[in-house]
C-alpha cells in the first residue's frame, strides 16, 4: 500500500545546511539584551525583541515636535574592522554618523536602529559591535529600541560584514537649523575631530596598501599604538556639548557636520543662495594622522579638504557679534573651538568655499 505521509528523511536539509543558523541569531539577541537596556531614556523603554520599538514623545518632554530622520553607514573603516579584528568601536562611528547629522538641524536624538547583515554570524563579533552602537547611544543620549541582524550567506564572504545606521530625533518648531539668517560677516568656529572619522577610507586603506604596512604594525603617527587600532579611533559624538550650547546661546546660527566631501561639500549646505565660507587653514590643529596620510599618499592639499574633515569634524556659524560669547558656551561644555573663518558674499558659479593660508600637513 502507498504511505501518501511527507517523507522525514534523516539527511534532509536544514536552514543550517544552507549557511543560516537561527539558533546563533536568537542567542546574540539575548546576549545584548543587557547593552540595550543600559541605553534607556525618557521615552523609550529599550526592550528588543518585538515586531517594532516605541517611543513616546510626550515622555520625552516634547510639546509640539519636528521630527527629524536620519540613516548613515561607516563605509569601508569597516573593512579594517574586520581584518584586524576589533569589533567594538565600528558600532560607536555608525551612531555618530546618524547623530551628528540630526544635531545639525538643531534635534535631539531620541532612538536609533542598526542593520547588521553578514555572510555567516559570528555571535561574538556580532556582541562586539552592538556594545559599540550601545555606546554610541549612551553618548548621544538616544534608545536603542530596535534592528536587525540578517545572516546571508553567499552575499558575503567569510567573515565580511556591513552596518547601516538609522536615527529619529526632535526639535520643538520654530527650534531648526539652520536659520534663515546667516549673512556675511557671521563667524565660523570649528570643533576638532578625533581623526578620520568615517570617511575617506577607500583612499586611507589605498595608501596603507601603497605603503606596505600591515594593521599591527605601529602607527606611523601615533607611536605606541597599532596601525589598525589607531585609524579604528571612532568618530566624535558631538550631541550633548551642542543640545547644551544651543540652550545657552541664541546666536548660534547654523551647524555643519564635516563628513565626506569635507569643507567644500558639505558649509554650502547650510548657508543661503549668494553667501559663501572663506576658510583660514592655519588656524586648523591637523592632527598627525592627517599629515602621514598627505605624504605617504602624496596627497594634495585640495584633495584633503574635500576628502577628509582635517582635524575639524563639526563648524558652528556664529552671529559675529555674539561670538565669543558662543565660543565661550562651547568651551563650558568641554569643547576646544577654534576661529576658522567668516561668511562672505559670493556670486553665482563662484566656489561657495575659499580658502587661505595652508594646512599644517
Given at each position: 500500500?502507498?504511505?501518501?505521509e511527507?517523507?522525514?528523511?534523516?539527511?534532509?536539509?536544514?536552514?543550517?545546511?544552507?549557511?543560516?543558523?537561527?539558533?546563533?541569531?536568537?542567542?546574540?539577541?539575548?546576549?545584548?539584551?543587557?547593552?540595550?537596556?543600559?541605553?534607556?531614556?525618557?521615552?523609550?523603554?529599550?526592550?528588543?525583541?518585538?515586531?517594532?520599538?516605541?517611543?513616546?514623545?510626550?515622555?520625552?518632554?516634547?510639546?509640539?515636535?519636528?521630527?527629524?530622520?536620519?540613516?548613515?553607514?561607516?563605509?569601508?573603516?569597516?573593512?579594517?574592522?574586520?581584518?584586524?579584528?576589533?569589533?567594538?568601536?565600528?558600532?560607536?562611528?555608525?551612531?555618530?554618523?546618524?547623530?551628528?547629522?540630526l544635531?545639525?538641524?538643531?534635534?535631539?536624538?531620541?532612538?536609533?536602529?542598526?542593520?547588521?547583515?553578514?555572510?555567516?554570524?559570528?555571535?561574538?563579533?556580532?556582541?562586539?559591535?552592538?556594545?559599540?552602537?550601545?555606546?554610541?547611544c549612551?553618548?548621544?543620549?538616544?534608545?536603542?529600541?530596535?534592528?536587525?541582524?540578517?545572516?546571508?550567506?553567499?552575499?558575503?564572504?567569510?567573515?565580511?560584514?556591513?552596518?547601516?545606521?538609522?536615527?529619529?530625533?526632535?526639535?520643538?518648531?520654530?527650534?531648526?537649523?539652520?536659520?534663515?539668517?546667516?549673512?556675511?560677516?557671521?563667524?565660523?568656529?570649528?570643533?576638532?575631530?578625533?581623526?578620520?572619522?568615517?570617511?575617506g577610507?577607500?583612499?586611507?586603506?589605498?595608501?596603507?596598501?601603497?605603503?606596505?604596512?600591515?594593521?599591527?604594525?605601529?602607527?606611523?603617527?601615533?607611536?605606541?599604538?597599532?596601525?589598525?587600532?589607531?585609524?579604528?579611533?571612532?568618530?566624535?559624538?558631538?550631541?550633548?556639548?551642542?543640545?547644551?550650547?544651543?540652550?545657552?546661546s541664541?546666536?548660534?546660527?547654523?551647524?555643519?557636520?564635516?563628513?565626506?566631501?569635507?569643507?567644500?561639500?558639505?558649509?554650502?549646505?547650510?548657508?543661503?543662495?549668494?553667501?559663501?565660507?572663506?576658510?583660514?587653514?592655519?588656524?586648523?590643529?591637523?592632527?598627525?594622522?592627517?599629515?602621514?596620510?598627505?605624504?605617504?599618499?602624496g596627497?594634495?592639499?585640495?584633495?584633503?579638504?574635500?576628502?577628509?574633515?582635517?582635524?575639524?569634524?563639526?563648524?558652528?556659524?556664529a552671529?559675529?557679534?555674539?561670538?565669543?560669547?558662543?565660543?565661550?558656551?562651547?568651551?563650558?561644555?568641554?569643547?576646544?573651538?577654534?576661529?576658522?573663518?567668516?561668511?562672505?558674499?559670493?556670486?553665482?558659479?563662484?566656489?561657495?568655499?575659499?580658502?587661505?593660508?595652508?594646512?599644517?600637513?
Amino acid at each position: 500500500m502507498q504511505n501518501d505521509e511527507p517523507k522525514n528523511a534523516a539527511n534532509g536539509l536544514t536552514y543550517a545546511d544552507a549557511g543560516v543558523d537561527i539558533d546563533a541569531g536568537n542567542a546574540m539577541v539575548d546576549a545584548i539584551k543587557p547593552l540595550v537596556r543600559a541605553t534607556r531614556r525618557p521615552g523609550a523603554d529599550a526592550e528588543i525583541g518585538g515586531f517594532g520599538g516605541l517611543f513616546d514623545l510626550k515622555a520625552a518632554g516634547f510639546t509640539d515636535p519636528i521630527l527629524v530622520a536620519a540613516n548613515d553607514g561607516v563605509g569601508t573603516k569597516v573593512k579594517i574592522a574586520i581584518e584586524t579584528g576589533i569589533h567594538d568601536t565600528v558600532g560607536i562611528d555608525l551612531v555618530a554618523m546618524c547623530v551628528n547629522d540630526l544635531v545639525v538641524q538643531g534635534a535631539e536624538p531620541l532612538f536609533f536602529l542598526d542593520y547588521y547583515a553578514t555572510g555567516k554570524l559570528e555571535p561574538a563579533a556580532g556582541v562586539a559591535i552592538v556594545k559599540g552602537i550601545a555606546e554610541g547611544c549612551r553618548q548621544a543620549g538616544c534608545a536603542l529600541i530596535g534592528g536587525e541582524t540578517a545572516e546571508m550567506p553567499g552575499l558575503y564572504a567569510a567573515g565580511d560584514y556591513d552596518l547601516a545606521g538609522f536615527a529619529v530625533g526632535a526639535a520643538e518648531r520654530g527650534r531648526l537649523l539652520p536659520r534663515g539668517d546667516v549673512k556675511p560677516g557671521d563667524v565660523l568656529l570649528g570643533l576638532p575631530s578625533s581623526g578620520v572619522h568615517s570617511n575617506g577610507f577607500s583612499l586611507v586603506r589605498k595608501v596603507v596598501a601603497n605603503a606596505g604596512l600591515a594593521w599591527d604594525a605601529p602607527a606611523p603617527f601615533a607611536p605606541g599604538t597599532a596601525l589598525g587600532a589607531a585609524l579604528l579611533t571612532p568618530t566624535r559624538i558631538y550631541v550633548r556639548e551642542l543640545l547644551r550650547a544651543l540652550k545657552r546661546s541664541e546666536a548660534i546660527k547654523a551647524l555643519a557636520h564635516i563628513t565626506g566631501g569635507g569643507f567644500p561639500d558639505n558649509i554650502p549646505r547650510v548657508l543661503p543662495d549668494g553667501t559663501g565660507a572663506r576658510l583660514d587653514l592655519s588656524a586648523i590643529a591637523v592632527p598627525p594622522v592627517f599629515g602621514w596620510l598627505a605624504r605617504a599618499g602624496g596627497i594634495a592639499e585640495a584633495e584633503m579638504l574635500r576628502t577628509f574633515n582635517c582635524g575639524i569634524g563639526m563648524v558652528v556659524v556664529a552671529d559675529a557679534a555674539a561670538a565669543e560669547d558662543v565660543a565661550g558656551a562651547l568651551a563650558a561644555e568641554g569643547e576646544a573651538p577654534v576661529r576658522l573663518g567668516t561668511i562672505v558674499a559670493a556670486e553665482a558659479g563662484a566656489p561657495r568655499v575659499t580658502t587661505t593660508g595652508h594646512l599644517a600637513l
